[in-house]
């Protein structure tokens, strides 16, 4: 079965980095474009990042400002967020997800980060 | 940005009665094949969103026919036609169609 399992979540500075992973298993992870979105404490659903399924093509939410950078071993199943610079409004839960062309099929469980001094 | 606007973003609701949820959104989410690109998720409290309707009205796997999506367009709803007590939580759209991908500011369904 299909199961994406994030990690590498945690309490991090203001201002340091942080690199996310996902773990692909049960389906042929090459063949899927990957998203990352991200859900800050009692608020919505925010997407942050795509990367194709070769990794040729990423996409990033504007708000972002150029900090994060996603990408993909798709030798190793995974696919990893690299967040840089982080403030107090990058703290959320974040999820890795499997795209099919018009959805966003499997989520992961997600991996809490929290920014804070 | 495509901005989707739900509502109503509480709704309580009586199990076994209907209930429906609306998503309009700011720019039509026609493709060029004519398919709606709006989707449906269920984040059920303390789980991830799960995907319940692709496509504008199309059922994903196991999603119970008592659930439908319809519209066209900029004018998205999602309904339940008998509702039961594990429908609640918090159901955003999505759509896929335009980066940046955009959600709905989620509808909170809960039993009265």
């Known amino acids: 079965q299909v199961q994406l399992v994030e990690s590498g979540g945690g309490v991090v500075q203001p201002g340091r980095s942080l690199r996310l992973s996902c773990a692909a298993s049960g389906f042929t992870f090459r063949s899927f ?3 990352w979105v991200r859900q800050a404490p009692g ?13 040729s093509d990423r996409y990033y ?9 996603v990408s993909r071993d798709n030798f190793k199943n995974t696919l990893f967020l690299q967040m840089n610079s982080l403030g107090a409004e990058d703290t959320s839960r974040y999820y890795c997800a499997r795209e ?5 099929d499997y989520w992961g469980q997600g991996t809490l980060v929290t920014v804070s001094s | ?39 449906w998720y ?39 036609s008998r509702v039961e007590a594990d429908d609640v939580g918090v159901y955003y759209c ?17 039993i009265k």
């Open chain 2, 94 to 110: 999505m759509q896929p169609l335009h980066t940046p991908w955009t959600f709905g500011q989620g509808t909170k369904v809960e």
């Open chain 1, 61 to 69: 939410a504007d708000s972002l400002k150029g900090r994060f950078i």
């Open chain 2, 42 to 80: 269920l984040q059920k409290p303390g789980q991830s969103p799960q995907l319940l309707i692709y496509l504008g009205s199309n059922r994903a796997s196991g999603v119970p026919d008592r659930i439908s999506g319809s519209g066209s367009g900029t004018d998205f709803t999602l309904r339940i």
């Open chain 1, 33 to 35: 474009a990957m998203h």
């Open chain 2, 1 to 39: 940005d495509i901005v989707l606007t739900q509502s109503p973003l509480s709704l309580p609701v009586t199990p076994g009665e209907p209930a429906s949820i609306s998503c309009r959104s700011s720019q039509s989410l026609l493709n060029s094949n004519a398919d709606n690109c709006l989707a």
């Open chain 1, 100 to 104: 099919t062309g018009s959805s966003l």
């Open chain 1, 43 to 55: 608020n919505g659903l925010e997407w942050v990042a795509a990367i194709s399924f070769d990794g």
